[in-house]
């Protein structure tokens, strides 16, 4: 399998620009997360979706971003307008609930590298 | 809600050395992984362990659930350990949702 599968790696965008981050889970894997990752705050889950339903926003940080699963195989996070403090990391993860000796073991990818300006 | 400590923050050692990093978390939990996340950034699982030890080369982990702790054992480090170490856990009342701890920062120097 190729792994999750995240776009872009890296973005350098304008202050007030939209910015879509996009993801592609592992197939089969039911669930799937959005991490961001700072200096200052680690890593933060951001959102989760389980079969495409969004289960927990909390910890999305404001109105500006959003976040969509329209199918198994695909989803989107998006800050719209951006700002410079938006600049980290973005990780997003997949799992899927398997044998009690790995347990819902989640799988990161490469992350997006994103720097607003 | 649950909160994930981990100690200590910075560890420098040199190749050959062991270490013992740990994870403390505030409430019982379903779910507690390993990551090691590498100088490129890349987040790998390295355990998964609710309770018990498990041994994997020169790595293994021990979680006592009871007493709400984990801890990441390295032998023979070698320069490409280094990187940040981080532990999640998922909360027993708050399933799917995997929280991480702070990290622990190793630099492994020939």
């Known amino acids: 399998d190729a792994g999750v599968i995240q776009s872009p790696r890296h973005e350098v965008t304008e202050m007030g620009q939209e910015v879509t981050l996009r993801c592609k889970p592992i197939s089969g894997h039911n669930s799937l997360f959005w991490y961001r990752q700072t200096m200052m705050r680690g890593l933060e889950l951001l959102i989760y979706?389980?079969?495409?339903?969004?289960?927990?926003d909390s910890g999305m940080p404001e109105d500006r971003f959003s976040a969509k699963m329209p199918n198994a195989s695909f989803s989107t996070l998006k800050i719209q307008p951006s700002e410079p403090r938006d600049s980290a990391v973005y990780f997003c993860?997949?799992?899927?609930?398997?044998?009690?000796?790995?347990?819902?073991?989640?799988?990161f990818g490469e992350g997006s590298w994103l720097t607003v300006v | 809600g649950i909160q994930v400590e981990q100690s200590p923050p910075d560890l420098i050692l040199q190749e050959g050395a062991n270490s013992t990093l740990r994870c403390n978390f505030s409430?019982?939990?379903?779910?507690l992984q390993w990551f090691h996340q590498n100088p490129w950034g890349q987040l790998i699982n390295l355990f998964y362990?609710?309770?018990g030890t498990k041994q994997n080369g020169r790595l293994s982990a021990t979680t006592v659930a009871t007493e709400r702790y984990s801890l990441l054992y390295i032998s023979s480090s070698q320069t490409t350990d280094s990187g940040v170490y981080f532990c999640?856990?998922?909360?027993?009342?708050?399933?799917?949702?995997?929280?991480f701890g702070t990290g622990t920062r190793l630099q492994v120097f020939p």
């Open positions: 979706f389980n079969n495409n339903v969004p289960i927990d």
């Open positions: 409430d019982s939990v379903n779910n």
């Open positions: 993860a997949s799992s899927f609930p398997s044998q009690k000796s790995s347990g819902n073991t989640i799988y």
């Open positions: 362990i609710p309770s």
């Open positions: 999640a856990v998922e909360a027993a009342y708050n399933t799917d949702k995997l929280i």
